[in-house]
């Protein structure tokens, strides 16, 4: 049984529904919770079936610390011991590459990529010491 995720990487996007899709579609993650606030999303959550999760939501006026950030800035390590069908599926997407699959000294076999809107995604198999 996958536990609850604890930690929760929070991310904005100028345009929240196509990041969701991205993520879905693309990275392989769940939607479980997407609260829509008119063309904007104010809050959703997405797993990662191998466990943990993120948050996201549509820039929006200052009502809080998460609607101050800025999109694109954000960076997410995601492991999985399925990096080369998740790497298809970025390259079949046309996603931006910016560290091509590689086998590192410390055992993880990873890549890295940009969202549509620039945030820094690393997918690799090291689960950490």
């Known amino acids: 049984?996958?536990?609850?995720?604890n930690v929760w990487p929070a991310l904005r996007?100028?345009?929240?529904?196509?990041?969701?899709?991205f993520l879905v579609d693309v990275l392989g993650f769940t939607?479980?919770?997407?609260?829509p606030e008119g063309d904007l999303i104010a809050h959703a959550e997405l797993r990662w079936p191998e466990?943990?999760?993120?948050?996201?939501?549509?820039?929006?006026?200052?009502d809080g610390i998460h609607d101050a950030m800025k999109p694109g800035?954000?960076?997410?390590?995601?492991?999985?011991?399925?990096?080369?069908?998740?790497?298809?599926?970025v390259k079949a997407a046309g996603a931006e590459v910016t560290a091509e699959l590689t086998d590192t000294d410390y055992g993880s076999h990873t890549f890295s990529l940009r969202d549509p809107e620039g945030n820094a995604w690393t997918i690799?198999?090291?689960?950490?010491?």
Do not use: K, Q
């Open 31 to 35: 939607e479980t919770l997407v609260v």
């Open 51 to 62: 466990g943990g999760a993120v948050m996201l939501g549509s820039v929006r006026g200052p």
């Open 73 to 89: 800035t954000g960076a997410v390590y995601v492991v999985s011991d399925h990096v080369d069908e998740i790497h298809a599926r």
């Open 1 to 5: 049984m996958t536990p609850e995720p």
């Open 124 to 129: 690799g198999s090291y689960r950490g010491a």
């Open 13 to 21: 996007y100028d345009n929240a529904p196509a990041a969701v899709r």
